[in-house]
C-alpha cells in the first residue's frame, strides 16, 4: 500500500521556493490534547535531535498522547505518518480530533457544564458515571467514546490513564478545581495537525509488516517502561502489564526493522535488563523528570534510555 502523502501544505519546504514555509498559528499550537504518564513533552529537547532532520515516512508504535508526532508535524519533518497504539480508546480520540474536532468541542462543553456546575460531591459522582459508561458494552458513537475519554483524563487522579487486564478505564476522580475539559484551541490545532495522518489500532508486534505495506522509514517506539523495581509498576496502560516477555518481543521487532534497513529510535527505562536488550544498538542517557510517584520525596529526575540502530552506512 502506498503512503499517503501529508497535505502539501505541511511539507518540509514550500514547492515553489523550496525553501521553509512559515508556520501557521495552529501547527506551531499543535501538542497532545491527551495528558499522558510518560508523555515526552519534557523530554522532546533531548528526543529530536536524534531524528533524522527528514522529511521523512515515519510510524509511530506506541502514540499515547503523541507529543514526539506533534513536535516534528509543527518542525514540518514529515512526509507521511502512520500512528499506531493497542488502546482502542487512544485510537479513536486521535481519529475524532482527526477528523470531527467540532462535534467532540461540543460534546466536551456538555461533559465542562454538568461537571463545572455542581458541588465536590456532585463532581464525583458525574465522575463515575461517565467512567461507567464502558464503549465496550455500549454503544457510543466515536465523538462520545472520545468525548469521555478527554473528560476523564482532564479529571481523573494525576491525569492517569490506567486500564485494567480487560482493557477498562479504572482511575480514581482526581480533584482538579477548574479543569479544562473543552479545551477548543489545543482540538483545533491538534485536528490541523492530523490531517493526512493515518491512525490505526495495532499491536507492536505487527510493525514490520506495517512498515513494509506503508513504506516507512523511520520510526520511534515509546513502550511501556520496564519498571525499575517490583513497586514502582506505571505500566498499565493498555490491556494489563507489559512483561519482561513483551519487552524480549519488542527487541525481537527492532531487530527486524534493522534488517529490513528501516530507522528507528526507542524510549525505555534505565535498567539492566533493557540495557542488555539493546546492547549492540546505541544507548543514549536522557535525564527525565520523574512523573508519578506516591511518595513526594521520590520525586526529582531518572534517568531513562533512548536506543537508536543509527550506523555508518544507514543514512540518518
Ligand atoms: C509510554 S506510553 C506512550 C507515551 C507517548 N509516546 C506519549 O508521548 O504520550 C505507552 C503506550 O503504549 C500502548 N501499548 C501498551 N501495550 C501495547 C502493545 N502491546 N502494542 C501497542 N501499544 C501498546 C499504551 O496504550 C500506551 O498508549
Redo the contacts with the bound molecule.
Sequence with gaps: MQVVALDSQVSSYDKRSSLPRQPSVAEEAAR?F?K??????KLLDQLLVHIPRGPLRYG?????????YFALRSERRLASALL????GD?VNAHSTVRDRPRELVAALRAHEDAYLNTDETGRADYFYRVRAMRPDLLALSPVERAARMVFLNRTCFNGL?R?NSRGLFNSPHGRYAQPNIANEARILAASHALQGTEIAR????RWPELVADHEIDFV?L????QPLSATSSF?A???GT?SPA?QRELADVCGQLDRMGVRWML?NSDCPFVRDLYARWNIHTIAAPRAINSKADARGNVNEVLVTNRRPGLAW
Excluded: H, I
Excluded at 499506531?84 to 488502546?87: A, F, K, N, P, R
Design positions: 497532545p491527551l499522558w504518564v510518560g508523555g515526552k513533552g509511530e508504535a506506541f502514540v499515547g498522547g503523541g507529543a514526539v499506531t497504539d493497542l488502546s487512544v490513564w486500564e495495532a499491536d507492536f508486534r520511534y515509546d513502550p511501556p517502561y505500566n496502560y493498555s490491556g507489559f513483551a524510549s
